[in-house]
């Protein structure tokens, strides 16, 4: 007979604390320390050391935890699961998404899916800093494959192909690069990474071998944004990352340079964690995404800087 107290024991482990797991669950941290007690009288094992200040688990409470605590939330997501089933998707919604590329691709996607799903409230985050998905509570992410932890599950989401641009005004004035080493003559607008706080790296490919370059230039900038609009003013040279599309045509005050030597397209993700249990409202945000963003109308580059 699986006793009653399990669960509770596995919710106290898990969270850390008998308070923590008395709040979680609605009742008073004496009834858990109650609980708890006569589980381990039922077991004969003594499960936690208990202080004033500390709880830990003692060799034998490691042990039932390692043996039951998978089992315990398997069972609890397959009653979740068959209450969802039962339920149109609803409830609130976190996802992290890079600010420029978030806006662009995922944005326009938001009202016919609020349309579609009316009972899920979504609570967007644009920052281009890729945060700890579980730590801040998110229930998805959106980023580069280099971003995200081997513990979630990752689908390509999207496939970005990085191009340098320049306006005609900067070109005319400055001349035009014809190779990678041609832009240490040049200035080049930095993006300076929100998570590690260095440059972002420039990538080429040349004679079907990667080469890196610094970006080197009197402007840094930290939003991808601010570049395009520097660029716009003919401050210098800038890196974005366009729709990997057939075409990608140069219009208006903006030109794509060095097209010869651009580097492979760049994975967009999109990641959630790895439990069994995926709740609905999850999954048919997923579902929804990755089945519309490749079907939006292709975005020139002139468009895709003017929407930033």
Known sequence: MIPNQLNIFNTVVKNGSFSSA??????????????????????????????????????????????????????????????DKQKAPHGRLKVNLPDSF????????????????????LDLKFDDRMGDLVKEGADVGIGVLGNIDSALIAREFYSLQPVLVASREYINKYGEPSCPQDLLQ???????????????????????????????????????????TAVEMGVGIAAVGVGNYETCLEQGGFRRILKDYEADPIRVMIYYSSRHYLPAKTRVFIDYMLANVKDQCPHELEDMIHNL
Request: charged share 25%; net charge neutral.
């Open 186 to 228: 040049h200035n080049c607008i930095a993006y300076r990474s929100d998570t590690t706080g260095r440059k972002k790296i420039w990538n080429f490919r040349i004679d079907g071998e990667q080469i890196q370059m610094e970006p080197e230039g009197n402007l840094i900038v930290n939003n991808l944004s601010a570049a395009m």
């Open 102 to 121: 978030g806006r662009m691709f995922v944005l326009p996607l938001v009202p016919d899916f609020l349309k579609k799903y009316p009972d899920i409230e």
């Open 22 to 83: 008395a709040r979680l669950l609605g009742v008073s941290s004496a009834a858990i320390s109650k609980s708890i007690s006569q589980l381990e009288k039922n077991l004969e094992l003594r499960l936690f050391h208990r202080s004033t200040h500390s709880l830990t688990l003692t060799e034998d409470g490691q042990e039932l935890y390692k043996r039951t605590g998978h089992l315990i939330e398997q069972l609890e997501d397959q009653i979740r699961l068959s209450t």
